[in-house]
Nanobody, 124 residues
């Protein structure tokens, strides 16, 4: 089992920045990749970004590309999401996820473990 714990959410004004953290514990050696998803009120959960557990190839949703940056600290077993130039439409609960095998990066069904989520609210 792998446990994921997100932190770093909060309230920020439009144009501001936040950095989310996802600390992994347990059988992290089994993790193939980690990702961030988000779910806005009344909407389905959507893919934000992904990074392999080893390696540097990152993939972003078109809506956040150029504004968000996903990164990983292998020693700390932590994945980050740096969010810049935030917009009110970025308001959502942000979830960290991890998968143990290859698969479509943006398909939440491919992910085996999920955190509890952290709220991000962007005011206009």
């Amino acid at each position: 089992q792998v446990q994921l714990a997100e932190s770093g959410g909060g309230l920020v004004q439009a144009g501001g920045s936040l950095r989310l953290s996802c600390a992994a514990s347990g059988r992290t050696a089994s993790v193939y990749a980690a990702a961030w998803f988000r779910q806005a009120p009344g909407k389905e959960r959507e893919f934000v970004a992904t990074i392999p557990w080893s390696g540097d190839i990152t993939i972003y949703a078109a809506s956040v590309k150029g504004r968000f940056t996903i990164s990983r600290d292998a020693a700390k077993k932590t994945v980050y999401l740096q969010m810049d130039s935030l917009k009110p439409k970025d308001t959502a609960v942000y979830y960290c996820a991890a998968k143990v095998r290859p698969g479509a990066a943006n398909d939440q069904r491919m992910y085996d473990y999920w955190g509890q989520g952290t709220q991000v609210t962007v005011s206009s």
